[in-house]
């Protein structure tokens, strides 16, 4: 039984990077059947992914923020992490990772609160 739980701090001064981590128990995120994805949504907005990272470690991400965004892992923590650069207050959401499987999100933390603001 996979969890995942994200942490980081829930307030960014604009400009700032946003920094999240996600903790994974329960599946290896080496795991070559899956792979490990961040998505938000902001307030009366729909869900936005964001990018993703697999098994190897490669990465891709959302045409709209590949310029700003980054994630990485520490496979011996069993965690991987989001930046986001250059933050504006229309960043401001619940961010969420994910677990994906045969190219579904299927599995969710319970999300967590970023504001930014100065």
């Known amino acids: 039984q996979v969890q995942l739980q994200e942490s980081g701090p829930g307030l960014v001064k604009p400009s700032q990077t946003l920094s999240l981590t996600c903790t994974v128990s329960?599946?290896?995120?080496?795991?070559?059947?899956?792979?490990w994805s961040w998505i938000r949504q902001p307030p009366g907005k729909g869900l936005e992914w964001m990018g993703v990272?697999?098994?190897?470690?490669?990465?891709s991400y959302s045409p709209s923020l590949k310029s700003r965004t980054s994630i990485s892992r520490d496979t011996t923590k069993n965690i991987f992490s989001l930046q986001l650069s250059s933050v504006t207050p229309e960043d401001t959401a619940v961010y969420y990772c994910?677990?994906?499987?045969?190219?579904?999100?299927?599995?969710w933390g319970q999300g967590t609160q970023v504001t930014v603001s100065s």
């Open positions: 994910t677990r994906i499987s045969y190219w579904v999100p299927r599995d």
């Open positions: 990272i697999f098994y190897d470690g490669k990465t």
């Open positions: 329960g599946e290896s995120i080496t795991n070559n059947n899956y792979a």
